[in-house]
């Protein structure tokens, strides 16, 4: 029997097997396998036996990537015990096939180039291994060649390392990742006790340390080199590889960082086609040999690919950055359009700003351009209880970055005397982002970057363009809180806040706001003594426009309906007054309606607004006030139909926005008919009670959720 040789776990298969014909026999036999069934199952034939005798008989290797379409698979042997694909090599004696090796997997599998050369050079050294041990199992038993083995050794060697590093090529998930392998690895092929993978950046066109074996770490995070400077500055700039045996007489080692420890060096340029990539370092101490030229073109021969792994790896590790910054730009942009909070828009961006930079915190602050002063907005990152001093030196920052109008880092400010913050805090490298929005200046930024991260332009450009949105979003807040201060006191002075009071009838009315300003309004104009007018409008919008289209709409229909007209008339004059001054955009539903008390009757016209209920005291029943009419501001020559109702004591009338009658729940809405239920049920009770009891009714129905103003108004002619 034969041990199967170390290398074949190199392949990652799942069954090898070595097959050998007896010496002037044509019988085959399995002298050596791994997780192979103990018997064929087939009497007579070895397992593979087919496929062995087909390498043999051709002296190829052959490639089965399918057994269960290869007839060379005689009787299905491996197919029968589960395998699907197979690598087969014969193990040759000279021009003589003494048998073959065979590698094995569960799973389908197409082999590479790598795989097959892998395989060929395992058996070549089986069949050394077989010519070793004499007759028996050889056929034409001879001497090795001088060098023959160790040649062979090298090969093997060298595809140990090719393999590895293919695999870490692949692995590798990070470019930190696959820099620090490949150095493991390249370290290891060629036997260096230092190395370096230093990665060339175009921007500032200086080589830093990727991954470092051997090295003080002081010298990895500090250690930069310029092209030309140096043993990697030279082999960057030259682009081919340096081979140094005597490095202690060798100025370019000796001018950045002396290391007399070290005997032979060896440094290789990687590149694709004419662009730099890196540089691969690595060295002997005294008392090792020297590198030689075949370690040196081992190298060479991987450094194309590796250049071209790292290069991909840095082009995905972009494309990751650039999809994280444009996502937060997108965030941003939501909040410019979905946020106008003033405070929660600031919060939002100070964490944006952070993110998009991946710094250690950011401050916000906004800037007065009238005093020349900054105010704290907010802050992301960082200690919360921070020291009053950094908070200071955010502050400083801020206001030299708004006066300057760009960005500004703390190290310029260390240069003024009266900046003695900046100094004593180290914050050198903070630094401050104006926000702008039209070009004026809103607002300031200050980034405080972690401590290992250095400077980076593209971070820099991004911060400033970030900045251009969240300006709009600052001043869009700021716009729509001054908006809301005004819409709020228009629409106070629209709305009765207290007790209404009409001799005869009982008054109740209540808004309940769903937005800060909202579009709903009511209004009672008394017109005599026996006569009330009464108005519910809903405005579309809730804009400060929307406010003042609304204080516009309530003054014009007191003057017209003080005029005595009929509710349909005022209905129509105030629709063609809206239609030559208003916004197109802007419509106005409104219930006018006219109390008699001396004649019992309610007179009334709609435009477009949902029909109040009115329940009769003395049978319970409701009737919904229907009139024909379309909503205010939409056409000019609109014709309002006017209704007439008795109204006598006991009865009730409930007007309502379409908030009351919209709010839902798992979807169903409130309704109308809710409403009509409830009044039937309580026809006895007071203006105010009703008014008590549907607001509760409602709220409770949607578990308190609104989604829209409401306003409900309850007129009760007293029961004599």
């Known amino acids: 029997t034969l041990d199967l040789p170390p290398d074949l776990p190199l392949l990652h298969v799942d069954a090898a097997e070595i097959v050998l014909r007896e010496l002037n026999g044509q019988k085959l036999a399995t002298v050596a396998a791994s997780h192979t069934p103990p018997d064929p199952p087939v009497s007579g034939l070895c397992l593979g036996e087919g496929l062995a005798r087909a390498a043999m008989e051709s002296s190829e290797l052959l490639c089965v990537p399918d057994l269960a379409t290869d007839a060379r698979d005689a009787l299905g042997s491996l197919c029968s015990a589960g395998y699907s694909s197979s690598l087969c090599a014969p193990i040759l004696i000279g021009d003589n096939p003494a048998g073959a090796l065979l590698a094995l997997t569960v799973q389908p599998r197409t082999f590479t180039i790598g795989d097959m050369e892998l395989l060929w050079e395992i058996a070549k050294a089986v069949a050394e291994g077989l010519m070793a041990r004499g007759p028996g199992w050889v056929i034409v038993p001879r001497e090795p060649r001088d060098g023959e083995a160790e040649a062979a050794e090298q090969r093997l060697g060298d595809l140990r390392f090719f393999n590895e590093l293919s695999d870490a090529i692949i692995s590798s998930t990070t470019l930190t990742e696959l820099a620090e392998s490949a150095l493991r690895i390249s370290m290891r092929g060629v036997e260096a006790g230092i190395g370096s993978l230093m990665l060339f950046d175009p921007r500032t066109r200086r080589l830093t340390i990727a991954a470092a074996r051997g090295l003080p770490q002081n010298l990895v995070k500090t250690m930069s080199q310029a092209i030309g400077e140096g043993i990697a500055g030279w082999v960057a700039q030259h682009q081919k590889p340096l081979l140094l045996h005597s490095v202690e007489d060798d100025m370019r080692f000796q001018a950045l960082h002396p290391r007399r420890e070290i005997s032979s060096a060896l440094s290789i340029p990687l590149r694709t086609r ?63 359009t979905s946020m106008l909070d003033l405070g929660v828009v600031s919060e939002q961006i100070a964490v944006q700003a952070r993110n998009l930079v991946r710094a250690a915190s950011a401050w916000l602050f906004y800037y007065d351009p009238i005093n020349d002063r900054v105010r704290f907005a907010a802050r992301s990152g960082g200690d919360p209880a921070a020291s009053e001093a950094r908070r200071q030196l955010a502050g400083e920052l801020a206001l030299a970055g708004a006066r300057l109008n760009r960005l500004v880092r703390g190290r310029e400010l260390r240069q003024d005397p009266g900046r003695t913050l900046v100094e004593s805090l180290e914050a050198g490298e903070w630094y401050a982002v104006p926000f702008r929005h039209r070009g004026h200046r809103v607002a300031v930024a200050v980034i405080e970057p972690r401590p290992d991260q250095p400077p980076d332009p593209d971070s820099d450009e991004l911060l400033e363009q970030f900045g251009s949105l969240a300006g709009v979003a600052i001043q869009n807040a700021r716009t729509y809180n001054r908006q809301r201060a005004i819409a709020s006191v228009m629409q106070e002075s629209m709305l009765s806040t207290g007790p209404v009071r009409f001799e005869g009838l009982e008054i109740a009315h209540r808004l309940i706001p769903e937005h800060e300003v909202g579009g709903d309004y009511y209004d009672f104009i008394p017109l005599d003594r026996d006569r009330l007018g009464v108005v519910m409008a809903d405005v579309s919008g809730s804009s400060v426009r929307a406010a003042a289209y609304t204080v516009v709409g309530k003054h014009a229909l007191r003057a017209y309906a003080r005029e005595s007209l009929c509710p349909a008339e005022v209905l129509h004059r105030l629709n063609q007054m809206l239609c030559a001054e208003a916004d197109a955009e802007m419509f106005i539903s409104v219930f006018y309606g006219v109390f008699d008390l001396s004649r019992g009757v309610l007179s009334y016209a709609l435009a477009g607004h949902e029909p109040p209920v009115l329940l009769r005291g003395e049978t319970g029943r409701t009737e919904l006030l229907r009139a024909n009419g379309l909503l205010l501001g939409v056409q000019e020559n609109a014709q309002f139909e006017l209704k007439e109702r008795r109204f006598v004591p006991g009865d009730t009338l409930v007007l309502y926005t379409d908030g009351l009658t919209e709010g839902r729940y798992r979807r169903k809405p409130f309704g109308i008919e809710r409403v009509r239920e409830f009044l039937r049920n309580n026809r006895d009770r007071t203006a105010q009670e009703l008014l008590d009891g549907i607001v509760t009714a409602r709220m409770r129905y949607t578990e308190n959720r609104m989604t829209d103003d409401t306003s409900i108004v309850i007129i009760r002619a007293r029961p004599r």
């Open 274 to 336: 004419d662009r730099l990539i890196g540089v691969l370092n690595l060295a002997r101490i005294v008392g090792q040999p020297h590198f030689t030229e075949r370690q040196s073109q081992l190298l060479e021969t991987v450094a194309n690919h590796l250049a071209i792994a790292i290069e991909r790896m840095r082009l995905h590790q972009e494309m990751k950055r650039r999809s994280l910054q444009l996502s937060t730009l997108i965030e941003v942009g939501k909040t410019v």
